[in-house]
């Protein structure tokens, strides 16, 4: 009841919102709401009333619909404002994309701007708590609505998912209970955590896990740029877009990482794919640039062309000729390709197997690399889609079939197909009696309905109309029925319908492992007769097989596509066209083809799977097959109760049954070993712990599919895993060249896969080389193969227990025919040999993957392997392709395929083979025979040289040259232009008939032919090998040229790889070369195989050998040579043989049968990409994100908008976890690489898990409810505020360093008017400059203020100067620094009484800040005296103004404006105020001139000086007010302007002296220069922060607008010699990471110094100075400016492990070990100490004063320490008479120790060890002894002159060290030069004997000629000991220059310099 307080309440209330104007005009529902608020104690401010104003007339009428349902008001109102606020942003257009930028220098004052923006960003921080607010209550509103629905949708998925396992099919959570929107967006959820709220290290985890990243929203952006709507938003499917920040980030990444997978390079792809590799630009240029001594066009393969690899790895002097004739006639720039360059745009190309990347990606996408598929991959392993299709698979599940989506479209809700809950249900029609779950069924109408335009009537629209059908093209079903319509679907749209349309639609039986079980098991076949497609999975087509019809359907389709089994596939993918296999016409040609079949994988498998599994002592009934007959069969089986092996291989069984005692002991068997049975190890292989059977306790609980609840023990499993699982190094790789290197464990087949080749291996032993070897020795009467079981076979009792007839002819078939399955017995290798021989790079080759790339030469075969080749080759040496075809195409009048060998091999002149043969071959003989010794071919020093025509530049020895020269003078006349003579002129030749070379050349060999003998020899050379010499000289080219002419694909080709595969249109001779073949075909015509025939038929022949008319000699002259190359023809019986062969292996398939292959071929997945693929997904498959464990309640809150999960739903979430974990322990981690998923982590983080363990657990779980509409808002609002915070922090964190570097700046920064500015009547002297010269050198008698005059010589009188420094102490506040402090706000120095004190720096000390003040009234004095000295206009009176008008000043007009009161005075100076009319009439005139203020007349100065003043906003005089930003109008700014130049007169000087200071700060920038505070600052943070934006955009950022850092500068880079230090980058490093460039050599491996501060020079200094010692180091990250080059050396880090060169762990060790090292070369350092040990322990003996080794420190002691403190004592001046030596060392020893420690070092350990070594050494008798010897220092060597080499210089002195001293009267100048001669040091490791006699001479000629060598001889008359060794100090001159300080004989200015500082540092 509503007492009347309340009503009273109520309209009080009422009245006070009735008065407030905002509230009237808010609408009657937002009236109702704020008064039910109001009633509810809650007050609305006005700025909430102001912003619903925004609220629209549908969001009220909703208003009125929510208050009718009773929702709370303040969730009413938070959604109210969340809308309002909307409304109102949408309203300020384009606010929200306006991106803020930093504006810096003229533009804007840092400082200012950071205030500006601190503001502002408090202001958003208030709206954005405010936005969260009203989230939260929103959640909050919507938690038991969200609650609700989880609850009826886990109560639905709960009864679907226990009906389908009541089926025996298993749920896969993730997949089956969310869809694919619902599966991106939990995956997002998961990223955002991990990435901004998980404490976990992501940082090296794969990055590319954000949404925006997939393929079709980088499509979006390509299309649309800017204008796109997906890649835009602010998270995915959102309208809003994202930040500009945001956006500029992903751009980068689309930009940077995938330029190369837009439409143009795809299309560039389509155009230039088919063109070969050395065409490409990068190499045409080599190619120009240095022809025959270029290494990238000459490369065999594009590998070592891009490595530039050329001379190492060269193509053939053929090929080598033929790209260089390309190159001539395709200049400049050859074949453009853009999609595989290395960077777009860029020239040089990407790596070949990121090449293949992207061919992979326009040929597929890259759909293989999402987090589906990724995921996908994790759960099956190699049985994943990622690894069976090339193309994403569409529309997999069993009910999108034809036959349901039809019984849907047909019967709708009365379908009996389609709602069934298994495929077998639907097949069966029992829709609906086992119907599917309801979530279930309305996915399936949803896709029904939006894929209407598969139903055929449709697709018979576009199969009658094609592109002018009107319903295939409509957006609805309704518009297709009508027949009209205004817009069709998009182009994107049409091409998927139609490609949909033109292909047949492939079943699930239709896949290659289907067909490839059908052909390997036929009627046994346990995939492929499978009922359904979940059947076929699980290998349960024996038990659940399809009707009759369809197996008979499926039969008819596998024998007509037999051509798509995997071999097929395997030898298009590998040969191309080139290939014969695919294209055969006869599927049992190549019976057993498989490369896994081959002799060497069958060993392998036999060496690893039979012991595991004790195969050969097994009874045949224990087989797995004979396993599988008992469960499927029982008592009926056809197989197991067989008494006889045979015929139960047989299935005939029954026909003899063993005793019932056999049969007992087997069924015993079986029911203890029925888990080997191959339908539980299929299972194992599919799900491995996530199976139902196969690991359960008994067969009856693996029926029941409760393995779960009742499994067997731990150790039993683990024993059937074992057996279960293939290993092998070999037979079970995924691809033939894996398993040839043996990486199986790496890239392994499916396990599937590999059961299936594990059972034909069984069931095909006999197969076996052994059995295949014993049926070729024995025959009939082998051992072994005649067997009819392996277990008699491995017994060798094949005649006593044989098998059957039937058997025996079918293995004796197949030895004979299909046993030839090794590869080198392939065409392509057939073919090698054939024309090779044994120069052949392919048959010769160790295996496939080596042959197939020419690599015979590198990776040859075993002697004895090789020469089991030959002798096959010898004999089927006509099964080479180029026979086959001589065969196919001439039948019987073929002849090459009937010789009785190699005619190939017999047509090549035997010695052009072997090493020397390339020089013997005629075209290298006419390169001799034309150009003598100006030949570029025969005098090269190999054939890749003489290819190259290089035998000028690379020629041979002497000794060859002549062995060859001679050779030439006997076989001249095997030159090209001696066989054309002979050719075109026969017996009237002018060269081959010659005696000699030179008659030949002359043309003179009719004036002396030579003898008839010769002449035949020569003949019959002609005829028999002169056509040797091209392979396109053949026969079968020549018949090519004839029946085809240009038009031809054999004779027209490149080489001989590209005719025999007659591709000669895509890979074309060249125009010449094809012109200079016609030339010769037209010549030859009568060689082709047509006209031999003819003439071979004699009499009988048509006589087309001789149709042109030749005359007598030419036809003599062709039967001669018919009868030379006729060769020896086969055997009768061999010809026969070789006949059927090629009828078995000929027939090939029609063009269009070839067409439709390669078409299916193309879109397949071959061995080679699996591989690839798994590579990749094996890689990234755990280097997923994670989150630690005791985040997980926080993850599923950000999941679930916000609300935290009960405490049952986390321990929910982690017993799903912990029970995945436990089923796929062990799962695929032999396959996937993937580590246990234990749930820990390497970085000792805590447990933590992956989002792929986190997605299971939450689907399994059912713990994800997708959003809602309003919930997806808020989301994509909470993201956009997150983006725009990150954007703030990093703009607020950029604009910050900004300000703190302007301010440094300004605190340094002293103006002119500082340093000049004087009162009126004051003199020179107190201008404060001299106030500040004063300060600076108040005792200097040279000072400037004790001059008499201004800038004078002359010095003022004493008197004067006491007057001055009275005045000076008084005033010391003028001093510029003081005044610069005042005018920065700064510290307040300058206020206080006294003059504060300074150090030596004139530095002020810190603690003066207690002391006192100046009073009052001298404060404001001084402050007044800086404010006329920034201004100096400040106290000039106005133009305008009258004499009594004293207060038209500058300075008044300031005093009005802030506020004070002197422009009151009725005088200046005055105390009484003005009339109030004169004030009045003051204020008037003041107020109207702001703008005569000192600040605004600065401004104008700074605008005629055109530069940036820091305290200036340069149009600050031309506003309209003084808080304006507009700007007067032009005759206002021309007054004021006038007015400036009268009030200030001439301002050039000050501009002059501008624009001076603004060069010489533009040069001291340039100057490379420490960091200052705020970049050092911002460096270290950016440093150690992990950004986000930059791990999303992978590392892709949008530039700064100022660069923060300074940037590199080039150095030159220093001479090989004596020299300063350079640096080898002026980016300043952290003092003890910065390395220096030194002078040291160090000398290559080509003998070459390298280049200091190269890579490798700088790798040689670290392996000289670093040593081999590993270092233990520790310390925190420098930043990336700070990192150093990788080296060789080695450091241990803190966890024991090596630091990974190059990192920042790695980086810090170096530099510490750099210090140490340079540490150690000062006098008293480790390296110092070792050269006084080394060079003059001898010395010191005979000469008594010079310096000893320091003694070895004692146990326990600092060795360094110990050094320094020997060091400091030696820096000790001689001790005065009287005085105790070791009492005077010790005192300067300790004054020294007491120097601070270095940067970086502690100083309480540095000052320990200081004291533990200065005790130490005060009681060490041999310190002490040291102490009083070191008093002297050894004299050194003088510098090297000019151009003289160091080192040498050094080792010339060095050597003359060991000169004995001179006899008695002998000159001692002579008597070392004589011996310095003989002295000579040898030269150091890699530096050449002769160029270091030359350097060591010319040190020897310096040294000389050089008076301070000749003194320094005489010094050292007495001789030093030896140097340490090289191998004690790597390198000696490094060593030298090390040393120098401390060794005698050595000195370098940098020692000299290190020795100065040391002194300095030590007080001597």
Known sequence: MTTREDMKGSAAERRALSGNNLFENLGKPIQDLLMALQEDGKETDDKTMELLTHVTVKQLAKIFEMLNQGEDPETILAWLKRRARKNKNKAESGLDDKKALIKTGADRDPIAFYKELEAENAKKEEEWAEMEEERAQLRKARANERERKRKERDEAQKAADEALQAEGVSVQALKDNYDEKDRNALAQQFEKFANRESAFDNSEKDQDGEWWKRDKFRRDWEKNKGKGKKWTGVVEGAREKATPAELAVREEFYKGNDWWKADKYRNDWEATREAEWWKEEPYIKDWQQRKGDGERWKAATEEAGLEEKGDTYPCSAEEQARRQDWYKANGPRGVVKQWNA???????????????????????????????????????????????????????????????????????????????????????????????????????????????????????????????????????????????????????????????????????????????????????????????????????????????????????????????????????????????????????????????????????????????????????????????????????????????????????????VADADTLRERKDWYEANWWKSPKYQIEWALKGRKGTQWFAKAKPVADANQAEKEPASDEEIGAREHWYRPIG?????????????????????????????????????????????????????????????????????????????????????????????????????????????????????????????????????????????????????????????????????????????????????????????????????????????????????????????????????????????????????????????????????????????????????????????????????????????????????IEDYENHKEQAKKWTAANADAAQASRGKEMPASGPEKTKREKWYNDNWWKAPVYANDWAKGDEGEGKWKKDDPTDAEKDRREKWYAANRGTPASDEEVKKRDDWYQKHCPEASDEQKADREDWYTNQLPDEQKAARLQWLRQRADNEKRILQEELPEALAAINEGQAPTENQVQAIIAALERNREKKKDDFTDETGNAQPTGDDDDDEGPSLTKDEFLEAVAEVGFYVAPEKEELEMQAEEERQQQEKDEMTRQTEEVAYLAMDKEEELKKEVQEWQRTHKEAGEEWWQAPEYVEDYQVNPDDVEAKWRKEMEGGEDPAEPSECVRREKWYKDNWWKAPKFSNEWKNDGEDWWQKAERPAEDEDNEVVEDYDDEPNAEDDELAAREEWYRNAKCGERKKQDPTAAPDEWWKTPAMVENYHEGKEDWKKDKEGGEDDASPEEQEKREEWLKDNWWKQPKHIDDWKAAQAGKDVPWADTDSWKKTNPDGEQEAGANEQRKRDEWMKEMCGDVAPQVQAWEAKAKDAEEEEAKPKELTWAQKKKAEADAKKQDDTWNRGGGALAPPTKPLMPQPVEVAPAKVGWGEPVKVNANPYPADAQLVASTTTYIGPDGKPLQPGSDAWNRAHAQQGGGAQPQRVSGSPYPPEAQLVASTTTYIGADGQKLQPGSDAWNRAHAQQQAKIEAAAAPGGDAWNKSIAAQQAQAAAQAPGTAAAVPPPPAGVDGDAWNRAHKAALQAPPAPANVDADAWNRKHRDEALAAPPPANVDADAWNRNNKAAAEAMDNNAESQAWNRKHQEAAAAIPPPPANVDADAWNRVHKAQMAIPPPPPNVDADAWNRRHKAEAAPPPPQGVQQDAWNKKVQEAQQAMAQDPQSDAWNRKHAPPPPAAPAPQQIAQQDAWNKRVAPAAAPVAAPVAQQEAGRVGEACGA
């Open 729 to 1037: 190094s070999m037979w079970r790789a995924v691809s033939e060249e894996q398993g040839f290197l043996k990486k199986a464990q790496d890239f392994p087949c499916p396990k599937a896969e590999a059961m299936a080749r594990d059972e034909w291996y069984r069931g095909n032993w006999w197969k076996a080389p052994e059995y295949a070897e014993d049926w070729a020795q024995h025959g009939d009467k082998g051992a072994r193969w005649l067997a009819g079981s392996e277990c008699a076979a491995e017994k060798n009792m094949g005649q006593e227990d044989m098998c059957a007839p039937d058997e025996k002819l079918r293995r004796d078939e197949w030895y004979r025919n299909a046993a030839d399955n090794e590869w080198w017995k392939e065409p392509q290798f057939v073919e090698d040999w054939a024309q090779q021989g044994d120069d052949g790079a392919k048959w010769t080759a160790d295996g496939r993957p080596n042959g197939v790339k020419n690599g015979g030469k590198e990776h040859p075969g075993t002697p004895e392997e090789l020469d089991a080749r030959r002798k096959w080759y010898d004999k089927n040496w006509w099964k080479a392709p180029s026979a086959m075809e001589d065969w196919r195409k001439n039948g019987d009048e073929g002849q090459k395929w009937k010789q009785d060998t190699n005619p190939d091999l017999e047509g090549v002149d035997p010695e052009t083979k072997g090493e020397d043969g390339w020089w013997k071959k005629p075209d290298v003989i006419g390169d001799w025979f034309r150009f003598g010794d100006d030949g570029k071919r025969w005098l090269a020093e190999n054939e890749g040289a003489a290819a190259a025509q290089q035998g000028q530049k690379k020629p041979a020895g002497d000794a060859e040259k002549a062995k060859r020269e001679k050779w030439y003078k006997d076989n001249w006349w095997k030159a090209p232009q001696c066989q054309d003579d002979w050719a075109e002129k026969a017996g009237e030749g002018e060269k081959w008939l010659a005696t000699d070379a030179e008659k030949a050349q002359e043309g003179a060999a009719q004036d002396s032919p030579t003898g008839a003998e010769e002449k035949e020899k020569r003949e019959a050379w002609y005829q028999k090998f002169g056509d040797g010499d091209a392979w396109w000289k053949k026969p079968e080219y």
């Open 342 to 656: 290395a960077t777009e745009g860029d020239v040089e190309k990407c790596s070949v197997e990121e090449k293949k990347e992207r061919e992979e990606y326009y040929r597929n996408g890259d759909w293989w690399k999402t987090d589906d598929a990724r995921h996908d991959f994790k759960d099956r392993g190699m049985d994943c889609d990622a690894l069976t299709f090339a193309r994403e698979p569409k529309d997999t599940e069993w009910w999108k079939a034809a036959p349901f989506r039809e019984d849907y479209w047909a019967n709708g809700d009365g379908g009996k197909m389609w709602p069934a809950i298994t495929e077998t249900a639907g097949l069966d029609g029992e829709g609906a009696e086992k119907p599917c779950g309801a979530q279930e069924k309305a996915k399936r109408e949803a896709w029904y309905k939006a894929n209407w335009w598969k139903k055929p009537e449709i697709k018979a629209d576009w199969e009658e109309n094609k592109g002018k059908g009107k319903k295939w093209r409509a957006p609805t079903e309704e518009d297709a029925k009508k027949g009209s319509y205004k817009n069709p679907v998009s182009e994107g749209e049409k091409r998927r319908r139609e490609e949909f349309y033109s292909k047949p639609e492939e079943e699930w039986w239709q896949l290659p492992k289907y067909i490839q079980d059908y052909f390997t098991t036929k009627e046994d076949g346990r995939h492929w007769q499978a009922k359904t497609r979940a059947g076929g999975e699980q290998g349960k087509g024996l038990e659940q097989p399809a009707d009759a019809p369809e197996i008979d359907r499926r039969v008819k389709w596998y024998e007509d596509n037999w051509w798509k089994q995997d071999k097929f596939l395997d030898d298009f993918a590998k040969n191309g066209k080139a290939g014969t296999a695919w294209q055969s016409a006869d599927p049992t040609l190549t019976a057993d083809k498989d490369w896994w079949k081959q002799p060497d994988f069958i060993v392998n498998w036999s060496k690893t799977m039979k012991p595991k599994r004790k195969m050969g002592n097994e009874e045949w009934w224990q087989q797995p097959d004979v396993i599988e007959d008992w469960i499927a069969r029982g008592d009926n089986g056809c197989k197991w109760p067989s008494s006889d092996e045979k015929l139960a291989r047989a299935k005939r069984a029954q026909e003899t």
